[in-house]
């Protein structure tokens, strides 16, 4: 396998240059997995957190012209370090999230029915306001399905646009239901 510079890497980022973004993963995503399964996290989580951080340098690349003063890995890998302890203090106030193959809902053993039911309603009402897609894709996600099959089910071409969709359909639903009001209001009494 080739190797390529920082400059390098930061062009083929600019340029959307397959090559060196399927380099990225190779030489990158292992030791992201390593750290976030070190630390309360599991594959999934990595693949999340490494798409995350990608999108991120990809805009800043795009917007602020990136001149880094480290390797793109030592880059990378605080980028990555930084949105899993962002995610960590975060989850704290999130939803515990489950979705059966059929339908969508939370479930927390420790709420009463009740609590479950506004939990439930909450999700269910963000949820059925995805696209078509998300929905699709998210149902696959959540019943194990691999990003692979996920591909293949979707139609898509490639596994880094797989990742991607289904990244951005998770944050919508997460982001949905952070801004709910009703979230807002009840966020102890629910979560």
């Given at each position: 396998m080739p190797t390529y510079s920082t400059e390098k890497i930061i062009e083929g980022l600019r340029n959307q240059d397959d090559n060196i973004i399927r380099y990225i993963?190779?030489?990158?995503?292992?030791?992201?997995?390593h750290h976030v399964k070190k630390n309360r996290g599991k594959k999934e989580d990595a693949k999340d957190?490494?798409?995350e951080a990608l999108i991120i340098i990809f805009k800043k690349i795009k917007n602020?012209?990136?001149?880094l003063t480290c390797s793109?890995?030592?880059f990378l890998y605080s980028v990555c370090e930084h949105q899993w302890h962002k995610i960590l203090r975060k989850r704290k106030n999130l939803p515990i999230i489950y979705v059966s193959s059929?339908?969508?809902?939370i479930y927390n053993p420790g709420l009463n029915e009740k609590?479950?039911?506004?939990?439930?309603k909450l999700f269910e009402?963000?949820?059925?306001?995805?696209?078509?897609d998300c929905k699709k894709i998210l149902k696959l996600h959540f019943s194990g399905f691999s990003i692979a099959e996920i591909m293949k089910k979707m139609g898509y071409t490639s596994k880094e646009h797989t990742m991607d969709r289904k990244y951005r359909c998770k944050k919508s639903l997460f982001n949905r239901i952070e801004n709910d009001?009703?979230?807002k209001e009840t966020q102890d009494e629910l979560f």
């Open positions: 993963y190779k030489t990158n995503y292992p030791v992201i997995e957190i490494f798409q602020e012209g990136l001149v793109f890995s030592s059929l339908d969508g809902y609590t479950e039911r506004k939990k439930l009402y963000h949820f059925n306001r995805l696209s078509k009001q009703t979230f």
